[in-house]
Protein backbone atom coordinates (compact mmCIF):
# COMPACT_ATOMS: atom_id res chain seq x y z
CA UNK A 1 0.00 0.00 0.00
CA UNK A 2 1.41 3.30 -0.88
CA UNK A 3 -0.25 6.86 -0.20
CA UNK A 4 0.14 10.07 -1.95
CA UNK A 5 0.15 13.23 -1.45
CA UNK A 6 0.34 16.24 -3.62
CA UNK A 7 1.46 19.83 -2.90
CA UNK A 8 2.07 23.10 -4.71
CA UNK A 9 -0.50 24.87 -6.15
CA UNK A 10 -1.87 27.69 -6.25
CA UNK A 11 -3.15 30.77 -7.86
CA UNK A 12 -0.47 31.91 -10.85
CA UNK A 13 -0.71 33.96 -13.53
CA UNK A 14 -0.71 33.10 -17.33
CA UNK A 15 2.85 32.75 -18.25
CA UNK A 16 3.72 31.95 -15.05
CA UNK A 17 4.70 28.78 -12.87
CA UNK A 18 4.30 26.24 -10.34
CA UNK A 19 6.22 22.94 -9.04
CA UNK A 20 4.21 20.15 -7.91
CA UNK A 21 5.13 17.95 -5.59
CA UNK A 22 4.03 14.57 -4.99
CA UNK A 23 5.25 12.75 -1.88
CA UNK A 24 4.97 8.87 -1.32
CA UNK A 25 4.47 7.22 1.99
CA UNK A 26 3.49 3.63 3.25
CA UNK A 27 6.79 2.46 0.86
CA UNK A 28 8.97 3.73 -1.51
CA UNK A 29 8.66 4.63 -5.12
CA UNK A 30 10.53 2.37 -6.48
CA UNK A 31 9.21 -0.12 -9.29
CA UNK A 32 6.37 2.28 -9.58
CA UNK A 33 5.24 3.98 -12.42
CA UNK A 34 4.12 7.34 -11.90
CA UNK A 35 1.53 9.52 -13.71
CA UNK A 36 -0.16 13.12 -13.22
CA UNK A 37 -3.65 13.99 -14.33
CA UNK A 38 -5.88 16.81 -14.16
CA UNK A 39 -9.50 17.37 -13.81
CA UNK A 40 -11.08 21.35 -14.45
CA UNK A 41 -14.23 21.67 -13.86
CA UNK A 42 -16.64 19.93 -15.37
CA UNK A 43 -14.38 17.97 -16.98
CA UNK A 44 -12.99 14.36 -16.85
CA UNK A 45 -10.30 13.46 -15.37
CA UNK A 46 -7.05 13.48 -18.18
CA UNK A 47 -3.89 12.32 -18.72
CA UNK A 48 -1.17 14.83 -18.00
CA UNK A 49 2.67 13.18 -18.20
CA UNK A 50 4.01 9.82 -17.06
CA UNK A 51 7.53 8.55 -15.98
CA UNK A 52 8.54 4.98 -16.41
CA UNK A 53 9.67 3.06 -12.85
CA UNK A 54 13.27 2.21 -13.28
CA UNK A 55 14.43 4.19 -16.61
CA UNK A 56 12.89 7.45 -15.99
CA UNK A 57 11.19 7.55 -19.80
CA UNK A 58 8.69 10.66 -19.59
CA UNK A 59 5.65 10.70 -22.01
CA UNK A 60 3.45 13.95 -21.62
CA UNK A 61 -0.03 15.02 -23.32
CA UNK A 62 0.22 17.21 -26.47
CA UNK A 63 -1.24 19.87 -24.89
CA UNK A 64 1.50 20.21 -22.31
CA UNK A 65 4.41 19.40 -24.48
CA UNK A 66 7.21 21.62 -23.92
CA UNK A 67 5.84 23.41 -21.27
CA UNK A 68 5.42 20.60 -18.44
CA UNK A 69 8.32 18.22 -17.06
CA UNK A 70 7.76 15.65 -14.88
CA UNK A 71 10.57 13.92 -12.64
CA UNK A 72 11.14 11.17 -9.75
CA UNK A 73 13.11 10.76 -7.12
CA UNK A 74 13.05 7.38 -5.94
CA UNK A 75 15.67 7.73 -2.79
CA UNK A 76 13.03 10.64 -1.54
CA UNK A 77 10.25 8.87 -2.95
CA UNK A 78 8.74 11.81 -4.59
CA UNK A 79 7.64 12.99 -7.82
CA UNK A 80 7.28 16.20 -9.20
CA UNK A 81 5.90 18.71 -11.85
CA UNK A 82 7.42 21.57 -13.14
CA UNK A 83 5.14 23.70 -15.25
CA UNK A 84 5.85 26.15 -16.97
CA UNK A 85 4.24 28.78 -19.50
CA UNK A 86 1.04 28.36 -17.31
CA UNK A 87 -1.94 28.89 -19.28
CA UNK A 88 -5.70 29.54 -17.87
CA UNK A 89 -6.72 26.11 -19.59
CA UNK A 90 -4.07 24.25 -17.97
CA UNK A 91 -6.62 25.10 -14.86
CA UNK A 92 -7.57 22.06 -12.37
CA UNK A 93 -7.46 19.90 -9.91
CA UNK A 94 -4.03 18.10 -10.42
CA UNK A 95 -3.38 14.34 -8.76
CA UNK A 96 -0.64 12.30 -9.11
CA UNK A 97 -0.89 8.08 -9.19
CA UNK A 98 1.33 4.93 -9.10
CA UNK A 99 0.76 2.28 -10.90
CA UNK A 100 2.95 -1.16 -10.80
CA UNK A 101 1.75 -1.99 -14.71
CA UNK A 102 4.84 -0.67 -16.83
CA UNK A 103 3.30 -0.97 -20.75
CA UNK A 104 5.04 0.45 -23.34
CA UNK A 105 4.36 4.04 -24.51
CA UNK A 106 2.14 6.11 -22.40
CA UNK A 107 0.08 5.00 -20.28
CA UNK A 108 -2.84 7.27 -19.88
CA UNK A 109 -5.76 5.64 -18.89
CA UNK A 110 -6.74 5.68 -15.09
CA UNK A 111 -7.52 2.06 -14.59
CA UNK A 112 -3.27 1.34 -14.72
CA UNK A 113 -2.95 3.18 -11.72
CA UNK A 114 -3.75 1.58 -8.15
CA UNK A 115 -3.04 4.08 -6.03
CA UNK A 116 -3.97 8.24 -6.00
CA UNK A 117 -3.78 11.34 -4.07
CA UNK A 118 -6.01 14.11 -3.39
CA UNK A 119 -5.06 16.07 -5.76
CA UNK A 120 -4.09 20.00 -5.74
CA UNK A 121 -5.78 23.18 -7.49
CA UNK A 122 -3.86 25.32 -10.08
CA UNK A 123 -5.80 28.02 -11.26
CA UNK A 124 -4.43 30.15 -13.58
CA UNK A 125 -5.37 33.65 -14.54
CA UNK A 126 -5.75 35.49 -18.13
Known amino acids: QVQLEESGGGLVQAGGSLRLSCAAS????????MGWFRQAPGKEREFVAD????????YYADSVKGRFTISRDNAESTVYLQMNSLKPEDTGVYYC???????????????????WGQGTQVTVSS
Open 26 to 33: GRTLTGFG
Open 97 to 115: AARLEDPTGRVTWKSAYAY
Open 51 to 58: ITPSRGIT
